[in-house]
């Protein structure tokens, strides 16, 4: 029902680090406030819940007994349709990616869910647990999904516990298993390693208790989180605490499974390789991590074609990669991947976007740091060999090659609407 959790968390990241969100203390929470004393004024007495979900067998029923209970049944139908219905429209909505909408039409689940089942059933804190995990993948609000899926865990694990139903045990794992990493990938995106990774571990040990449940050891398709999101977000939170070696296990766990999945030139793969490179880096192993960043690099082109700004990506990517490796023989190659990053983003976003500007200035950096002329290569790919910004950048690097053995930094200066690339030099 809802998205897929990768591409959810992939687009959270970017977002946060585009413009980090606001995140909202509990206090904001007006929606969910006003519907929680809505439940509360039409919550139905505990005693009427008790005797409609857990009938009492072997004792005569008065008529007045009989005519309150199906006076309760009748009264209960009401809800139970809205819910269904609520919760058709919510899977609607994200289908549309009304995400605002739908995350509303889950808070409307919970209060129809609490007046239909009480505040103490599984149901409810399942449905709890649901509106944790719109808060994370529709909004983008890990304070929120955090408040939620707390308020839900102790309901369920005393269920768990307590349930003899296998039907009701699946749910209800299910659930737990939704619960625990909507926790975990919150406290993940809050840059809480430690207590993401401690939730993610027990979503872990709750998916393989599920899937002992069913023969053969495989879950339903049904769940809302799959093995692979949880596998990545595993991979992820393992990155977090410096786990480099776990964090590689999780993440090629992922790729197997992906490419059993959906094949090899899925774009679900890109950013995971991308992760493994960065691990490999870390652990300098820069062959490896360039190995991993081609073979993104090929599906962005064979899905997205060669000017398009995931290719553009890949590139930049690739020749960082190269440069990191500190190998001569990269360096050219380096030279290469930059250039068609900068092309790429060119044709696709165009010269004054930010990404095409950001791909220079990587570029810039690069050429001054490896004491190269050709940075005048850049003002020729925006204004031509003839430029005034062309010949005043090469006076700058004429400039700046006179200065040796000197503490000298260079900062680029851009204004809005035009790029202006300034060199200076600071001396200590």
């Not at 005569?60 to 809800?79: Q, V």
């Not at 889950?106 to 059933?121: A, D, P």
């Not at 001569?328 to 250039?339: L, P």
């Not at 090659?401 to 790029?419: C, F, I, L, M, Y």
């Amino acid at each position: 029902m809802f998205w897929s959790l990768s591409q959810s968390y992939s687009i959270l990241r970017k977002k946060m680090r585009a413009s980090p969100i606001r995140i909202p203390t509990v206090s904001n929470d007006t929606e969910w406030d006003f519907c929680f004393h809505l439940s509360q004024q039409t919550k139905i007495p505990a005693h009427q819940q008790t005797e409609e979900l857990y009938p009492t067998g072997g004792s005569e029923e008065s008529e007045e007994d009989t005519k309150a209970k199906e006076k309760t049944i009748d009264c209960m139908s009401l809800p139970r349709e809205k819910l269904v219905q609520s919760q058709k429209k919510t899977a609607q909505l994200i289908k549309e990616k009304m995400n605002t909408q739908a995350n509303q039409e889950l808070i409307r689940c919970v209060i129809l869910s609490r007046i239909t089942f009480g505040e103490e059933h599984w149901k409810c804190a399942q449905a709890l647990a649901s509106l944790a995990y719109g808060y994370l993948t529709l909004r983008g609000l890990p304070a929120q999904a955090k408040k939620h899926a707390e308020s839900a865990k102790n309901t369920l694990l005393t269920w768990k516990g307590k349930t003899t139903s296998d039907k009701e045990k699946k749910e209800i794992l299910g659930a737990l298993v939704m619960l625990y990493y909507t926790l975990g990938v919150a406290w993940l995106l809050q840059n809480h390693g430690r207590e993401a990774y401690f939730n993610l571990q027990k979503a872990e040990r709750n998916m393989k208790e599920l899937k002992e449940l069913y023969k053969g050891g495989v879950c339903p398709h049904g769940l809302q989180v799959s093995e692979k999101d949880l596998t990545v977000a595993l991979g992820r939170a393992s990155l977090a605490i410096h786990r480099l070696n776990l964090a590689l296990a999780y993440f090629e766990k992922a790729v197997g499974n992906i490419i059993a999945t959906k094949g090899d030139r899925t774009s679900d793969l890109v950013t995971l390789y991308e992760e493994m490179a960065q691990i490999e880096q870390l652990r300098r192993n820069h062959d490896q991590a360039i190995q991993y960043l081609q073979q993104a690099h090929s599906i962005c082109i064979s899905l997205f074609t060669e000017v398009s700004p995931q290719t553009a990506e890949a590139s930049v990517l690739l020749a960082k990669a190269y440069t990191m490796s500190g190998e001569a023989r990269h360096m050219d190659v380096a030279e290469i991947y930059f250039i068609k990053s900068i092309s790429a983003y060119q044709t696709a976003l165009g010269p004054e976007d930010c990404q095409t500007l950001m791909a220079i200035e990587d570029f810039y950096k690069w050429l001054i740091h490896n004491g190269k002329k050709e940075c005048l290569m850049i003002q020729v790919l925006l204004y031509g060999s003839e430029h005034s910004k062309s010949r005043g950048t090469k006076n700058v690097l004429t400039l700046l090659q006179r200065v040796s053995n000197s503490s000298s930094g260079w900062r680029r200066k851009a204004t809005p609407g035009r790029w202006d690339s300034v060199c200076k030099v600071i001396e200590a």
